[in-house]
């Protein structure tokens, strides 16, 4: 899909970014131009583009052959070729300002006045980019992450003169890509989700300068108890603890000594083979679980949380683009927002009002907005409201990891996490839950579930937050999948991708299943030294028979749809492009069929599973009577004499 009014797109810059960039956009239909100085980066740049093509479509990711997409890029070394007559500039240059005022300066000369000029800056003002144009209106940010073709999150800067309307614009262009857009609306340094990680690793690297924590302790503590994709030390590693080092600098932000020493040491991080960590000589980040020792998490989250309320209260961006930006940019389970509300506000500020009292430091001190929404009671979740407002009723949600709609009948529920491959976490299994427990029926006919994205269904219990779970709380069966088992509707998981661990088992709590040819489904739980822990054991023992449950439990082996289909794992396994038709033609049947008798008949096959044959049919007996007294059976009956369509009201 494309957006309207932009048809050419010119790509300043072959490198990483760029022919990333190059490459999502001709993805997306756009006819491509990629410039770079030289010849050899444009063809190394295109090289990498086809490689990365190729990978993409022997994982079945697309739906063209690497050589369509190909046909909408071309390469040129000439500046004005490339962006003359484009809708679109996206300059990709190297980071230095001065470059980059003049590459925006000379596109300006070759353009038209609707063209959008657009940079790929991570560290660099918009506004300072957009005084070398004379009309800098039509200059935005747009911030790809690394690398694009595989990151789901851009970030939309709007420089003090961007018009709003270029902004939008830029947003339904990423839109367009498959990619999320967030709002950056004042291009602070860092922008947002570079503003977040920075007290994500600066506030450990002061505590370890202080001599107040380990670096192994840190790292434990933030991955394996707090639930973060990589410890902050291991992340400086990764990505160079020198351009952390710059930053800062540049930022006028005072630089942690370790980080300091470790720069004129030259020990950058993996680049070098040393950092925090030793990766020529040592095992590189070695943490274990039990390093995290009594590290003190709450010191780094308020400070991320304090961060997260400068950018809410300067109107940077909104709690949930706040959220958005580092759940899909760093890879953060929970966003700072939310946690902060997790946490409770006051708590939050009490820290930071102690540490700030103890050092005197600026980082500590607390955000007026924090003040602010501390003073006005709005403390976080368990107060009803803190950066979110939270509905304290009966109803269902509000929810944030995962999407639903009631339209005609059908309530379709979305698994809202592409990010972890819609891992299923214990707060989205806990929306789940209460969503069919609390959802009004009344409105509904049938549901179904499916995941976001175009990865998977769901890939599975979110690996990422074993660490902090105690047995106890994991060893009753999850009511997710109980509520979507007893929902007193016909259920239908959409199975696009993958579908393992507690995802199968959520597939298999529904009473149907139809899945696209490239899904498959396994239980891979056994590789992790677990065995399905959501009824996947008994439910596939019930569907499958023993050999196959048993196969399937036994070796974590994944399954095609084709085969999931032979051995009657799914109702259907079609080719995408027939997924939504053989959905719809489902769902047709079970919206337009009679409610109760749909209902009682998933009671009784449901339970009957469970009981004697003696006590199912008896089961099934009491069910047909039951039926028979129902105005619906009169108007099947009707209906049928009349030879016209029933029409089934549920009575
Ligand atoms: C009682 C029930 C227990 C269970 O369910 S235990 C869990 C059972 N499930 C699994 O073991 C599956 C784990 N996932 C995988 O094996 C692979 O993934 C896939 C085969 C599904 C896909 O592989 P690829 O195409 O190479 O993608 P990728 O880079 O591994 O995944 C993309 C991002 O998704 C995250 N992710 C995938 N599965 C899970 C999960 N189950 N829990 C948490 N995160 C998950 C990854 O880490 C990564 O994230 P990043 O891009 O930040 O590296």
């Known amino acids: ?50 490689w990365s093509l190729q990978k993409l479509a022997e994982k079945e990711r697309i ?25 679109l500039v996206v300059e990709a240059a190297p980071e230095r300002m001065d470059l980059k005022r003049e590459i925006f300066a000379e596109v300006e000369a070759h353009t038209d006045e609707g063209t959008i000029l657009a940079s790929n800056t991570s560290s660099l003002s918009i506004t300072g980019i957009a005084e070398a144009v004379s009309d800098p209106s039509r200059v935005v940010g747009l911030h790809f992450f690394n690398p694009p073709v595989k990151m789901d999150l851009v970030e939309v800067v709007h420089g003090e003169k961007t018009a709003g309307s270029v902004a939008e614009k830029g947003a339904e262009f990423v839109e367009s890509l498959g990619k999320t857009p967030i709002h950056v609306r004042k291009d602070v340094q860092g922008f947002v989700v570079n503003s977040i990680l920075g007290p994500f690793g600066g506030e450990p690297a002061w505590m370890v300068s202080e001599g107040e924590a380990a670096i192994r302790e840190a790292d434990a503590a933030m991955v394996h108890e707090r639930g973060y994709p990589m410890g902050p030390f291991e992340l400086a590693d990764l990505t160079g603890i020198d351009v952390g080092h710059h930053v800062r600098t540049e930022g006028g932000i005072p630089v942690p000594p370790i980080a300091e020493e470790k ?48 950018l809410v209260g300067d109107g940077v961006a909104t709690p949930d ?49 924090l003040v602010e929404l501390v003073e006005a009671g709005h403390t976080g979740e368990a107060a009803g409201r803190g950066f979110y407002e939270y509905d304290t009723g009966d109803g269902p949600g509000p929810y944030r990891l995962l999407n639903y709609e009631v339209a005609d009948g059908l309530l379709a529920v979305e698994l809202d996490r592409p990010e972890r491959m819609n891992a299923l976490s214990a707060d989205l299994l806990d929306e789940i839950a209460d969503l069919f427990q609390s959802v009004d029926t009344d409105e509904i006919r049938c549901a179904t579930i499916e995941g976001a994205g175009d990865r998977a269904f769901s890939a599975g219990a979110d690996i ?119 959905v719809d033609e489902f769902c047709d049947d079970l919206l337009s069929g009679p409610p109760l008798g749909l209902k009682v008949a998933k009671k009784v096959l449901n339970e009957g599973d469970d009981a004697s044959l003696a006590a199912a049919l008896a089961m099934e007996s009491q069910g047909f009577g039951l039926l028979m007294s129902t105005d619906d059976v009169v108007e099947g009956t009707t209906a049928f004499a009349q030879d016209r369509e029933p029409e089934f009201e549920g009575r």
């Open 1 to 50: 899909m494309t957006v309207d009014g932009i048809t050419r797109v010119a790509v300043l810059g072959a490198g990483n970014m760029g022919h990333g960039i190059a490459e999502v956009a001709a993805l997306a239909g756009y006819q491509v131009t990629m410039r770079d100085v030289e010849q050899g980066l444009v063809d190394e740049g295109y090289g990498n583009v086809e």
């Open 63 to 87: 739906d063209e052959s690497p050589e369509t997409v190909l046909t909408r890029l071309d390469t040129t070394v000439d500046l004005a070729e490339a962006v003359t007559g484009a809708d």
């Open 263 to 310: 720069v004129e040491a030259g020990d950058l991080g993996r680049k070098t083979g040393r950092g925090y960590y030793d990766y020529e000589d040592g095992d590189g980040a070695d943490y274990e679980p039990e390093d995290a020792g009594e590290f003190d998490t709450l010191r780094v989250e308020a400070r991320m949380v304090n961060e997260a309320a400068k």
């Open 321 to 369: 683009a706040v959220d958005t930006g580092t759940r899909l940019g760093a890879g953060f389970a929970t966003g700072p927002c939310r946690r902060g509300d997790e946490l409770g506000l006051d708590t939050v500020l009490s820290k930071l009002r102690e540490l700030y009292d103890e050092t005197g430091a600026d980082r500590y001190e607390p955000a007026d907005h």
């Open 464 to 582: 990422g937050g074993f660490a902090d779970v105690e047995p106890t709380d994991v060893m009753d069966v999850t009511p997710a999948f109980e509520a979507v088992n007893d929902f007193p509707r016909p259920v239908l998981a959409k199975v696009d991708g993958y579908c393992l661990g507690a995802g199968l088992e959520l597939a298999l709590a529904c009473d149907l299943r139809i899945a696209t040819g490239g899904s498959e489904f396994g239980c891979p739980e056994i590789r992790l030294g677990l065995i399905p822990g959501g009824g996947g054991t008994q439910r596939l023992l019930r569907i499958l028979g023993e050999t196959r449950a048993k196969e399937l439990v036994f070796r974590g082996n994944r399954i095609s749809a084709e085969r999931a289909e032979d051995w009657g794992l799914v109702n259907r396994a079609v080719p995408a492009d027939e997924f939504d038709a053989t």
